[in-house]
C-alpha cells in the first residue's frame, strides 16, 4: 500500500505561485499514474491534472492548462504541483493521488492523500 501526504498549501495573492509536494511511502511510485484533484468548498472533488509513470505524459484540466505543472521525481517518490497566475478560483483543497490507469475520474485512483489547503485572496 502505498501512503501519500500533501504539503505546500497556504494563503497566496491573486497572481501569485505555490508549490504543492506529495510524499509517497509504503512502496515506490515508479509504476503509478498520479494525479492532482480538488475540492472547492461545497462543490465536488474535480481533476486537475496527471502524470504518467514515466513522468513524459501529462493531461490538464482546462482550468488549469498553462498556469500549472505537475512532475514527478520517482528516485525521491514525490510529486510535485507547481501552480502559477494563481486565482481566487483555485481556492481548495488539493489532493494528491495514486492509480494504474491515467484518467481524469478520482474512480480510477486507488490512494489518495488527506489534502492541503490552498486559498487565493483577490
Known amino acids: 500500500q502505498v501512503q501519500l501526504a500533501e504539503s505546500g498549501g497556504g494563503l497566496v495573492q491573486a497572481g501569485g505561485s505555490l508549490r504543492l509536494s506529495c510524499a509517497a511511502s509504503?512502496?515506490?511510485?515508479?509504476?503509478?499514474?498520479m494525479g492532482w484533484f480538488r475540492q472547492a468548498p461545497g462543490k465536488e472533488r474535480v481533476f486537475g491534472t496527471n502524470?504518467?509513470?514515466?513522468?513524459?505524459?501529462?493531461e490538464y484540466a482546462d482550468s488549469v492548462k498553462g498556469r500549472f505543472t505537475i512532475s514527478r521525481d520517482n528516485a525521491m517518490n514525490m510529486v510535485y504541483l507547481q501552480m502559477d497566475s494563481l486565482k481566487p478560483e483555485d481556492t481548495a483543497t488539493y489532493y494528491c493521488a495514486a492509480g494504474v490507469v491515467r484518467s481524469d475520474s478520482e474512480g480510477q485512483f486507488t490512494h489518495w492523500g488527506q489534502g492541503t489547503q490552498v486559498s487565493v485572496s483577490s
Open positions: 509504503g512502496r515506490a511510485i515508479d509504476d503509478y499514474v
Open positions: 502524470i504518467d509513470w514515466t513522468g513524459q505524459n501529462f
